[in-house]
C-alpha cells in the first residue's frame, strides 16, 4: 500500500466553500465524511447488539413466553410497518440517485415521501403501544395481563419495549436528519458533485430499516 | 490507501453507473425485500419447530444484506469503510455468542429459570422478603 | 500549499515564529469556540488534570481511612461513597479520556503531517460532552452520592436506595465522548496523512492510538446500553437485570466487562504507544521490531474483545466459560510480552540519555511486567477464586492503571511538555519527583498483594488488626506518592510561567511531532511536511548518528 498515490491529486477545489481547510480535495474530504459516518454505524450496530443479546438470553430462558407473546402482536400491523419502511428506504435511495443528476424537485419530493413513510411507521407504532397499555401487556413489574400465563411474558415485554423503544427513538432522528436534509436541498445546497450529505442522511436511514428487518421477525414470528 | 480508493469511486465512474443501471436496480432490491417480508410472514406462522428461528434468521440475513449491498453501496464502497461495517457485526456477533456460550453451559443453579409465575407484578423469592428490599421512587 | 501569513513568518530574537497557537487569539471565548486540536488538547488536559486531582484526594481519603481498623475520619456510608467516587472519577474522567483526550488530540494530527483532525468542530463536540457528563456526574455524587463501586454491579446498583441514575447519565454521556473522540481519530489516519506516509511509516503512538480507537467505537455503545437498561430498571423497574422478575443480574456483568474489559485496553494501549514513542528519543536508537510493536497494539485490541469473562470466575458464569475466557486471557500476555521484549530491545546499546522521562519508563517497564504477570495469575481460574475480591486484585490493577498508564502520561507530560508549551521545566525537581512517584507507588501497592493473598477483601470499611502494619505502609506510600505529584505540579506552573524557552526539539526526537516549531503556528507546519524516512529513525544508512546534548 504505497502511500504515494495519495499526492497524486493535486488540490483543484481550494477556496470552494465547501471544503474544510484542513482538507486538500473534496474527494478527501467526502472519503472522511463517508468513512465517519459508517464508524458510527459500525456504534450504533453495536448498541443494538446489546439488545439482540437481551433478548436471545430470555428467549433461551422463556422459550414458550417468546413464542405465546409474540402471537400477542398484531402481524398485520408488523408487516405493514415492515413494507412502509422498506418503501421508505427505497425512497431515500432514488432521491440520491436525483440528487446526483441534478433533479432537485424529484430529489425533494422523495425526501418528503420517506420523512411521510417515517411518521407513518411511528403514527402506526403509536396505535400499537397503546393497544398494549389498554391490555397490560407491559414491561417488568407494570405487567398484568392475566391471558398470558408462561413465565417470563414480563421479560418478552421488557425487550420489546426497549427494543422497538429505541427504534423509534431512532426513526425520529432519521426524520430529523432526514428534515434537515431535505431543507438543504431545497435551498438549493446540493448538486452533482456535492451531495454527501444526501448520502449520509439515506446511509442512516438504511440503518434504521436495517435494524427493523431483524427486529420484525424476531418480534412478531417466532 | 484510503484517499486513493475515494478518488477512483469519484472520478466520474460512480455518477455515470448510477445512470445506467441505478434506478432498475434499486426497484429490483425493494421487490426482493417485499418478496423476503411476504415470505417470513408466510413462513413466521407455520409450524416449524426450531426451524422456524433459523428461517426468519435467513431470511432477514438476506434482506439485510441487500440493503447493505445495494441501498447503503456497501458493493462499491472503499474497502476501509466495508471493513468497518463488517467487524461492527463480528463483534455484535462476538458479544451474543460469548453470553450465549455461557448460558448454554451454566450450572442449572445460576440459571434464573426457576423464573416466577408472570401474574404477580411483585414477586417474592424464598428467602428474601418483599418487605426488606430497598424500593425506589 | 502553505498555510504561512507574514504575521506568522514574523520571528524573535533567535529567528523563531512569535505567532503560534496559544498566542494567535486571545480570550476564553477564543478557546471555548476553537476547533484547533491542539487548544483542544490543552482544555483537555487542564480538565483530565482537574479530575486526577479529585480522584486523587478521594483515593488519599480512602488510604487514611484504612489506617487504623476501626473508623477513623469517616463513616461507612462515606467510605462507600469515597471509593466509589475514586473508582468513577479516575476512570471514566481520567483514565479513559486521558492519553487520546490530550496527547493523542494534540500530537495525532501533528504526527500525521495533518493540519488537524479530520472533524474539528465534532472535536471539539466531544470535549463539551465530557464537560456536561463530567458535570452530571460529579453533581450526582454531590446529591447524594452512590456507594455501588464503579462497577454499578446489579442488583445491587438497581436496587440501592443512594443517587445512581445522574452517575449513570453523566457515564452514558461521556460514553458519546468518547465515541467520537475514537471516530474522529480512526478517519483521521485513514485520511490526513502526509505524502509519504505509508501505514508502515505510522509513529507508534498513532498506531496505538488506532487500536484504542477501535475499541472505543466497538465497544463504548454496549457500555451506553448497560448504564441506560440500570436506570430503565431503577426508575421503571423493567426487570431486565432483577432475578425476582425472571431477568439474569449475571447478564449484566456480562454487558459491563464487554465493554468495561476492553476499555482497559482504551487506558493502557495510548500508554504504551507512548513508551514507545519515548522510549526511542531518550535512548537515541530507531525502535527495536516496529512491525511487531504495531501488530502487537492491534493484537491486544482483538484480543482484549474475547477475555471480558476473566472477571466473573465467581459470578455463576459456566465452568465452560470460565476456561475459555482464561485461555484467551493469556493471550493478552503474550502480545504484551512481545511490546516489552522490544522495547527493551532499543534501550540495549544506545545512547541512553538519563532524563527524568526515561526514568519513569524504566519504572513503567517494572510496573506493566509486574502488572501484567500478577493479571496472568488472576486470570487463572483456580488463583482467581482464592484472590477474587481480594486486594491482590486491587494491587493488579492499581499495577497497571497506575503504574503503567500514570507513568506514560508523566513521561508524556514531560516529553511534550515543550512542544505544547514552548518551555522547560526544571529537571532537577522532575528526577526528584519521579524518585518519589516510582518508590511512593510501590510502597503503595506491593503491600496490597500481601494483604490481597492474606485475604483482605476489597472495598471493606474496617479490618482485623494483623493487616494494620501493611495498611499502614500502603497509606505511607500513596502519601508518597501524593507529594510526587505536588511537586509536580508546582515545577509545571511555575515553568509554564517562568520556564526557559524551549528550543524547537530539545530531545532531539525524530518524532515527526517535533518537525514543527514548538509550540506549533496555529495550522501545525508552515510548510506541508513530506516524509521521507521511516518512523524513529535515528540512524540510517550511510548517515552519520547525530549527537544531541540533551
Redesign the interface.
Known amino acids: 500500500m504505497s502511500s504515494s498515490e495519495a499526492t497524486a491529486h493535486a488540490a483543484p477545489g481550494r477556496g470552494d466553500p465547501h471544503l474544510a481547510h484542513h482538507f486538500d480535495t473534496q474527494d478527501q474530504q467526502d472519503g472522511a465524511v463517508r468513512l465517519g459516518m459508517w464508524l458510527f454505524l459500525g456504534t450504533e450496530v453495536l448498541l443494538f447488539a446489546g439488545l439482540f443479546l437481551g433478548y436471545t438470553v430470555y428467549r433461551h430462558f422463556f422459550h414458550e413466553a417468546f413464542h405465546e407473546c409474540s402471537r400477542a402482536l398484531s402481524l398485520p400491523l408488523g408487516t405493514l410497518n415492515t413494507v412502509i419502511l422498506i418503501t421508505s428506504s427505497l425512497f431515500v435511495a432514488l432521491a440520491h440517485v436525483a440528487i446526483k443528476q441534478d433533479k432537485q424537485k424529484q430529489a425533494a419530493g422523495l425526501l418528503v415521501l420517506t420523512i411521510l413513510c417515517a411518521l407513518a411507521f411511528l403514527v402506526i407504532k403509536s396505535f400499537e403501544y397503546a393497544h398494549k397499555f389498554e391490555v397490560g401487556e407491559l414491561p417488568g413489574k407494570w405487567f398484568s395481563n392475566p391471558e398470558i400465563t408462561a413465565p417470563g411474558a414480563n421479560l418478552y415485554f421488557t425487550v420489546y419495549f426497549l427494543a422497538t423503544g429505541l427504534h423509534a427513538f431512532h426513526v425520529i432522528v432519521g426524520m430529523s436528519v432526514l428534515a434537515w436534509v431535505l431543507k438543504g436541498v431545497l435551498k438549493g445546497k446540493y448538486g452533482p458533485r456535492n451531495n454527501v450529505a444526501v448520502e449520509l442522511g439515506g446511509l442512516y436511514w438504511h440503518l434504521v430499516d436495517l435494524v427493523w428487518i431483524f427486529l420484525f421477525p424476531l418480534l412478531y414470528l417466532i | 490507501m484510503a484517499n486513493s480508493a475515494n478518488a477512483t469511486n469519484n472520478d466520474g465512474g460512480h455518477g455515470h453507473g448510477e445512470h445506467s443501471h441505478g434506478i432498475g436496480r434499486y426497484i429490483a432490491v425493494w421487490l426482493a425485500l417485499l418478496a423476503g417480508t411476504a415470505l417470513t410472514v408466510i413462513t413466521g406462522r407455520i409450524d416449524l419447530g426450531a426451524g422456524n428461528i433459523v428461517l426468519a434468521i435467513t431470511i432477514a440475513s438476506i434482506k439485510a444484506t441487500l440493503v447493505v449491498l445495494f441501498f447503503m453501496h456497501m458493493i462499491d464502497t472503499p474497502a476501509a469503510n466495508r471493513i468497518v461495517f463488517v467487524v461492527s457485526l463480528v463483534f455484535s456477533l462476538v458479544l451474543i455468542i460469548g453470553v450465549f456460550g455461557d448460558l448454554w453451559t451454566r450450572n442449572e443453579m445460576s440459571l434464573p429459570s426457576g423464573a416466577p409465575s408472570t401474574l404477580a407484578p411483585e414477586i417474592q423469592v424464598p428467602g428474601t422478603p418483599a418487605a426488606e428490599r430497598p424500593a425506589e421512587h | ?1 502553505s ?1 504561512s501569513t507574514e504575521l506568522d513568518n514574523a520571528g524573535d530574537a533567535e529567528g523563531r515564529p512569535v505567532v503560534n497557537y496559544l498566542n494567535h487569539d486571545r480570550g476564553v471565548m477564543s478557546w471555548l469556540t476553537t476547533v484547533d486540536h491542539k487548544r483542544i488538547g490543552v482544555m483537555y488536559l487542564v480538565s483530565v488534570l482537574i479530575a486526577f486531582l479529585l480522584g486523587g484526594i478521594f483515593a488519599e481519603a480512602v488510604r487514611l481511612e484504612l489506617l487504623t481498623p476501626d473508623p477513623t475520619i469517616m463513616g461507612a456510608n462515606t467510605y462507600n461513597r469515597m471509593f466509589t467516587l475514586h473508582g468513577a472519577v479516575m476512570i471514566f474522567l481520567f483514565m479513559i479520556p486521558g492519553i487520546p483526550g490530550v496527547f493523542g488530540n494534540f500530537c495525532l494530527p501533528l504526527m500525521l503531517g ?3 483532525v ?3 468542530r ?1 472535536n471539539l463536540l466531544s470535549l463539551y460532552l465530557y464537560w456536561t457528563g463530567a458535570t452530571i456526574a460529579l453533581a450526582g455524587m454531590i446529591m447524594g452520592g452512590t456507594d455501588t463501586g464503579w462497577t454499578f454491579y446489579a442488583p445491587y446498583s438497581t ?3 443512594m443517587t445512581v441514575f445522574p452517575v449513570l447519565f453523566g457515564i452514558f454521556i461521556l460514553g458519546f465522548s468518547s ?1 467520537l473522540t475514537g ?2 481519530f ?2 483521521t489516519i ?4 502526509a ?5 508502515m511509516r505510522l509513529p507508534l503512538f498513532v498506531w496505538a492510538t488506532y487500536a484504542t480507537s ?1 475499541i472505543q ?6 457500555i ?3 448504564v441506560m ?1 440500570v436506570g ?3 426508575v ?5 437485570f ?7 443480574p ?2 449484566f456483568q ?2 459491563f466487562w ?1 465493554y468495561s474489559h476492553p476499555a482497559v485496553y482504551i487506558m493502557v494501549l495510548p500508554a504504551m504507544g507512548v513508551v514507545s514513542e519515548a522510549i526511542a528519543a531518550f535512548s537515541r536508537k530507531n525502535i527495536f521490531g516496529y512491525k511487531m510493536i504495531a501488530y502487537s497494539s492491534l493484537g491486544i485490541a482483538f484480543v482484549g ?2 477475555a ?2 476473566h472477571h466473573m470466575f465467581v459470578s ?6 470460565n476456561g ?1 475466557f482464561a485461555v484467551i486471557s493469556m493471550f493478552v500476555g503474550v502480545f504484551t510480552a512481545i511490546k516489552v521484549f522490544n522495547w527493551v530491545g532499543t534501550l540495549y546499546r544506545g545512547a541512553i540519555a538519563v532524563k527524568a522521562p526515561l526514568v519513569y519508563i524504566c519504572g513503567f517497564l517494572f510496573f506493566v511486567v509486574f502488572g501484567g504477570m500478577t493479571g496472568i495469575a488472576v486470570a487463572t481460574i483456580s488463583l482467581d477464586v482464592h484472590w477474587h475480591d481480594t486486594y491482590f486484585v486491587v494491587a493488579h490493577f492499581h499495577f497497571i492503571m497506575v503504574g503503567a498508564v500514570i507513568m506514560a502520561f508523566l513521561i508524556a507530560l514531560h516529553y511534550w511538555f515543550p512542544k505544547m508549551f514552548g518551555r522547560m521545566y526544571n529537571e532537577g525537581w522532575a528526577m526528584v519527583a519521579a524518585g518519589f512517584i516510582v518508590l511512593g507507588f510501590n510502597a503503595t501497592f506491593i503491600p496490597q498483594f500481601l494483604l490481597g493473598n492474606a485475604g483482605m477483601p476489597r472495598r471493606y470499611y474496617m479490618y482485623p488488626e494483623r493487616f494494620q502494619a501493611l495498611n499502614v505502609a500502603s497509606t505511607a506510600g500513596s502519601s508518597l506518592l501524593a507529594l510526587g505529584f505536588v511537586i509536580i505540579l508546582v515545577y509545571l506552573i511555575f515553568a509554564l510561567v517562568r520556564g526557559p524557552k524551549a528550543v524547537d526539539n530539545p530531545w532531539g526526537s525524530r518524532g515527526y511531532e517535533w518537525m514543527t516549531t514548538s509550540p506549533p503556528p496555529k ?1 501545525n507546519f508552515h510548510e506541508q511536511p513530506v516524509i521521507t524516512q521511516d518512523a524513529h529513525s535515528y540512524q540510517n544508512p550511510g548517515e552519520e548518528v547525530e549527537h544531541v546534548v540533551i
Open positions: 500549499m498555510q495533518a493540519k488537524d479530520a472533524f474539528p465534532l436496587t440501592t436506595p465515541i471516530l474522529n480512526i478517519v485513514h485520511t490526513l496523512r505524502p509519504g506516509m505509508g501505514w477501535i467505537v466497538l465497544a463504548t455503545p454496549v451506553g446500553l448497560t437498561l430503565i430498571e431503577r421503571g423497574g423493567f426487570g431486565f432483577d432475578a425476582t422478575k425472571g431477568g439474569d449475571v447478564l456480562h454487558m464487554f474483545f474475547f471480558w469473562g455463576g458464569q459456566s465452568t465452560f466459560e475459555a495550522h
